[in-house]
């Protein structure tokens, strides 16, 4: 089994910086692409970063040059860096990695969600 966790959210004022974490743990070989989607209430849930196994990145706008995503393949773990928060950022933010499984169809794995919320 694959478990995807998150951990790193929060309440920041705005303006304020959050480091996001995702450990995949369980039957993992390999993970291809990573990413974070956040979700704000009443609103569908949206791609925010994605980062490929090779480290290629890509950003919504809304985050560009205040948000920036990496990984560490030797430890099946992903990261999201927020800076420059603002209380439009406030969503559950979740990561997504599809896995490589020896002997298993490789799919796409969710975290459980961690809380952000910027407010001041």
């Known amino acids: 089994q694959v478990q995807l966790v998150e951990s790193g959210g929060g309440l920041v004022q705005p303006g304020g910086s959050l480091r996001l974490a995702c450990v995949a743990s369980?039957?993992?070989?390999?993970?291809?692409?990573m990413g974070w989607y956040r979700q704000a209430p009443g609103k569908q849930r949206e791609l925010v970063a994605t980062?490929?196994?090779?480290?290629?990145?890509d950003y919504i706008d809304s985050v560009k040059g205040r948000f920036a995503i990496s990984r560490d393949n030797a430890e099946n773990t992903g990261y999201l860096q927020m800076n420059s928060l603002k209380p439009e950022d406030t969503a559950v933010y979740y990561c997504?990695?599809?896995?490589?499984?020896?002997?298993?169809?490789?799919?796409?794995?969710w975290g459980q969600g961690t809380q952000v919320t910027v407010s001041s």
């Open positions: 369980g039957s993992i070989f390999g993970i291809y692409d």
């Open positions: 980062i490929t196994s090779g480290g290629s990145t």
């Open positions: 997504n990695a599809r896995i490589i499984r020896s002997g298993w169809p490789n799919r796409n794995f």
